[in-house]
């Protein structure tokens, strides 16, 4: 029984690191993923509602609630020598 328990004991601790690891990579960025300094604005799109940095397009996406479609400005992305990006709520 406590060979068992030992058994159990130990496939906990691998499984808690696996998955440690695993959601450690799966929010790592790219390489290659462009990193920008980002402006969030209100839905007024000319509020500042606060400032984030270094988060891709993607990221920022996600975090804000937000794409690409024209509409109500929602966040800029700036980065040093790339263009500046822009995001928009949703209509």
């Known amino acids: 029984m406590t060979k068992l ?3 159990l004991a130990i496939i906990a601790v691998v499984l808690g690191v696996i998955g440690a690891v695993a959601t450690k990579a799966a929010t ?4 290659s993923d462009q990193l920008y300094d980002w402006t969030h604005y209100d839905t007024d799109g000319t509020t500042i509602l606060g400032h984030d940095n270094g988060l891709s397009l ?4 996600t975090m804000y609630g937000c794409s690409t479609p024209p ?15 822009e995001i928009y709520y949703q209509p």
């Not at 790592?28 to 390489?31: E, F, S, V």
């Not at 993607?58 to 996406?61: L, N, Q, R, V």
């Not at 509409?71 to 990006?85: E, F, I, L, Y």
């Open 5 to 7: 328990r030992l058994n």
């Open 28 to 31: 790592m960025h790219k390489i």
């Open 58 to 61: 993607s990221d920022a996406e």
């Open 71 to 85: 509409a109500t400005k929602c966040a800029v992305g700036t980065a040093s020598g790339q263009p500046n990006v």
